[in-house]
C-alpha cells in the first residue's frame, strides 16, 4: 500500500465526469467528491491504474508509485501538487488539479497554421524553463518533455505533468565544471535587473476553451531499457533508453549515458515544433528518426532569429556542448531571445497568450449527462472489458502519441 504521507481517496465516493486521456500507464478521468462536492464545482484530475495491467516487465507499479513520491514532494507553480490518493486491490490513482485548458499539441492545432508567434513561444517556454530548473535542483530529470505533458490551467499559466520516466540522479561537482562562462553565452546581459523592463507579456490573448477531439501527430514513446555501462565520475548518468521517440536525444540514441542534459535537448526539440508545426528529426520510421537525431541538422527557414539560434544551440548533438550543459537552466535565461524578460515576475503576468474560459455551469451539466450511461469508475473499467455492443466510439488513446513499450529494469 502507498504511505498515508497526503490525504486518502474514497474511490466508492468519486463519481467520473469524462475522460481526459487514457495512455500505458492509466486513464485520467475528471471526478469531483459526491460527498463534498455534489455539484461538481471543484473537479479534479484523478489518474488511474488497473494493478492487474502494471505489467511486471515494465516494473510499473514502481514506476506509478515513483509519480505519486515525486508529486508528493513538488512545491512550484508550474509543476502539479498532490491533491491525494487512493488504492484499493484492484487500482492505485493519485489526484492533481484539473487543467481545463488541455494540452499544448491541442492548442497549437487551433491556432493558425498550427504554429505559435515568437511571442507566445517566448512565454510557454520561459515557464517550461523554470519547471525543469525546479526539477533539476531536486536532482530529478525529466526525460518526458512534449507538448502533451503541458497543460494550461485556468489562468492561462501552464503545469507540467507526467512524470513516470523522470529518476533522480547525482549531479556533477562544482569541480567538474570549468569556472569560465560558457562560450555560447559570453558577452551576453542577465536579463533580471537590467534597464527599463516592459511588461511585454501581459499582451491579451483570450481563446475560448473548444469541445472536440483532435487527433494528434503520432509519436512513439519510449520507455527505460537498462543499458549496462558505467556511471561517470564528475556526475550520475542514466544508461536507461527512454523518451519519446521523436525527442529522444543523441546520447540516449547511442547509449553513452545520459544526465539532465537530455531535458534541454528536449526543449529544443519542443521549441521547434511550436515554430514549425513539426519535430525537426521526424523519418518515415523509428530507424530513419534516430539517424536523423543522431547525423541531420535542424532545418530552419528564413533569416536567422533569436529564436532560431535558441533552438539551434539546445539541439548540440554533443550533450557537453548544448546550451545548458554547464549551468543548467541559468545559460538558457541569458540568452538572448529572453531578454528583458523579468523571470521574477511570469507568475504575475495577469493575461497569459491562452486564457481557459469555462462556461458557467459546464462541468455539472457533463456530470449529468455522464451519470445516465454510469460514471463509476469500476463500472468504466467493467465496461472497457465487455464486449462492443455496436460501432466502435473514438478512443482518448487516439488524442495521445503512440507509446512504444520495450522493457524496464532500471530507470
Known sequence: MMEKTWPDL???????????????????????????????????ALKVVEKSTLNTKFDGERRAKWEV???????????????GTVETDEYMGWAVPYCPGGDLNVLRYRQTDHVFSPTVIRFYVAEIVCAIEYLHSMNIVYRDLKPENVLIQQSGHIILTDFDLSRTLKPRSATS????????VQGIAAAEGKGKHRRNLTRIFNVVTEVGRLKKVKSARVSPVSRKRPSFSNGERSNSFVGTEEYVSPEVVRGDGHEFAVDWWALGIFTYEMMYGTTPFRGKDRKETFRNVLSKPPEFVGKRTALTDLIERLLEKDPTQRLGYRYGAAEIKRHPFFRGLRWDLLTDVLRPPFIALREEGETFMEQRRMEEVGTDIREYYRNLKAPPSGPPSPSPESECRDRVELSSTEF
Open 69 to 83: 513520491s515525486v508529486l508528493s514532494r513538488l512545491n512550484n507553480p508550474f509543476l502539479p501538487t498532490l491533491l
Open 10 to 44: 474514497d474511490l466508492d465516493k468519486l463519481r467520473a465526469i469524462k475522460v481526459l486521456g487514457r495512455g500505458a500507464m492509466g486513464t485520467v478521468f475528471l471526478v469531483h467528491d459526491q460527498t463534498t462536492d455534489p455539484d461538481a464545482c471543484f473537479p479534479f
Open 177 to 184: 565544471v570549468s569556472s569560465s562562462p560558457e562560450p555560447a
